[in-house]
């Protein structure tokens, strides 16, 4: 029975490997404008904060009735790396590090049983205390950042239009959320007058109970009906700066208004705990991350789309300037890549035409654009991005990519010199090559193997060098032995 020859039944089957290198190289430019687009591999945040304040508390109470609790609770859980922790006055903070070998796929889950650890010992935390609260999205990036800003308008104004903005944004396609930056929470300041209080005879902590009590809803129980069960409600809930300053305290059989004796404004958090600007001017923003399988760049010109509509429905004299633009830095970042990448390529094409001459060369040169379309193909197939690993894993493997077609071109050649026909000239190339360019081929793919296994952040991150090179190198032998 004869031995099946791959490169002989190629060179008799030439209409139907002329049509597959056709789609290949289609496929491959299809690919290109299909595959999303990233400034840096997606990897997975290890950190989680664990954050509970305890107001009026000191530092060695935080640190004893708080973290010293919860962290026990948290260290029952495996996986478990390091905590770090602090304690300061009425406040306590936990960072929460998984160990380097705790697969992406199980961290969600992990943080989720810290909440579950941590929700068994709430009710046990001292009265007054406030959470414990959990972050574990600290890490998301924006892929942009409006600024909302104008003369004459308050927060509350550039607030209204950033949440209107946002409520838009959040419909544009590959947008994983939307975040409010900037923005100030209003709030009532009673200033009193110790000297007003001191002559009315009057207690500050008198005021401010009563203050509390007014400020108040209660059930007054519910009506039933056929259709419908209303709940009846009795409010003396505070509505404007009006009605605070017009509140009436009964004190000493006296009955005053709290404008009598203080000063009652509205204003904002002051200090702020976090402020705008741009242009000198007070801000709010908006910050966009973009879904872990979103193209940065599509989403830069879908929110470009957006950006004029949003503009369109501004009030006069509000204006929204683009501040972060990363889908701008990863094409020029791409860009910059692609650069190296093709002058790396002409490189390699300029030496194989000088080393093999034109009609060897030519040969040669035609396995790179084909190699390269089957690896974008792939990288489609498997779900992966362009980035800068990914590049560079291409621009790694450019040097290897000819070498197999070189081979196999170089052992053709000799026997069509020595007069055989071309038929038996593949034939004996791939009888002779093919197998031993495989086994070096899987060599040196087995070279970067400990990039492809490595379980840590790391390895995570670079793992691509490992998937990209290992597809392009066997496609380039497939490459050396059929398309020579």
């Not at 992406?104 to 579950?116: A, M, N, T």
Request: include cysteine.
């Amino acid at each position: 029975m004869r031995e099946f020859n791959l490169s002989a039944w190629v060179l008799e089957h030439r209409a139907f490997t002329g049509f597959i290198m056709a789609l290949l190289l289609f496929g491959g430019i299809f690919a290109y404008f299909r595959l999303g687009q990233r400034e840096d591999p997606e990897f997975t945040f290890r950190v989680m904060v664990v954050k509970t304040l305890y107001p009026g508390a000191t530092a060695q109470e935080v640190e004893q009735q708080l973290t010293d609790r919860l962290e026990k609770k948290i260290q029952e859980l495996p996986n478990l790396n390091i905590l770090r922790s602090y304690s300061k006055p009425g406040e306590s903070v936990i960072f929460v590090t998984p160990r380097e070998d705790t697969p992406p796929k199980e961290i969600p889950d992990l943080w989720y049983q810290v909440r579950k650890k941590v929700d068994d010992i709430r009710l046990t935390l001292p009265p007054g205390s406030i959470g414990p609260f959990f972050n574990d999205e600290f890490g998301d990036t924006y892929s942009l950042i409006y600024a909302f800003s104008g003369d004459g308008f308050s927060y509350a104004a550039l607030k209204q239009a950033a949440d209107s903005a946002r409520q838009q944004l959040l419909r544009v396609k590959d947008v994983e959320k939307v975040d409010l930056i900037g923005t100030q929470d209003e709030k009532i300041y009673i200033e009193f007058s110790d000297k007003k209080l001191a002559e009315l005879g009057l207690d500050a902590n008198a005021v401010a109970e009563a203050l509390q009590a007014q400020n108040s809803m209660t059930s007054a129980g519910t009506v039933y009906t056929a259709q419908r069960n209303l709940p009846i409600r009795l409010t003396g809930q505070f509505d404007s700066v009006d009605s605070i300053a017009k509140l009436p305290v009964h004190i000493q059989g006296r009955t005053l208004r709290v404008a009598d004796f203080a000063h009652v404004k509205r204003g904002y958090l002051d200090p702020p705990e976090l402020k705008m600007r741009i242009n000198g001017k007070e801000a709010v923003g908006l910050g966009i991350t973009m879904n872990k399988r979103g193209d940065v760049l599509e989403l830069g010109k879908a929110l470009e789309a957006a950006k004029i509509q949003i503009e369109g429905e501004l009030p006069v004299g509000m204006d929204v300037d683009q501040i972060a633009d990363q889908p701008r830095v990863v094409n020029k970042a791409i860009g910059e890549f692609l650069s190296t990448f093709f002058e790396a390529l002409a490189a390699v094409l300029l030496v194989s035409f000088l080393s093999l001459g034109f009609r060897t060369g030519s040969v040669v040169a035609l396995t790179v654009p084909l190699v390269l379309s089957g690896t974008l193909l792939c990288m489609l197939l498997f779900g992966m991005e362009i980035h800068r690993i990914s590049l560079g894993a291409l621009i790694l493997a450019l040097g290897l990519l000819v070498d197999d077609a070189m081979i196999s071109i170089e052992m053709m050649a000799r026997k069509l010199e020595e007069g055989w026909d071309r038929i038996d000239a593949a034939t004996y190339a791939y009888r002779a090559t093919a197998f031993p360019m495989l086994t070096g081929t899987l060599v040196t793919i087995v070279g970067f193997l400990p990039v492809g296994l490595a379980k840590s952040q790391a390895g995570e991150y670079t793992v691509s060098i490992f998937q990209v090179m290992g597809i392009s190198l066997l496609l380039s032998w497939i490459g050396a032995v059929v398309f020579k």
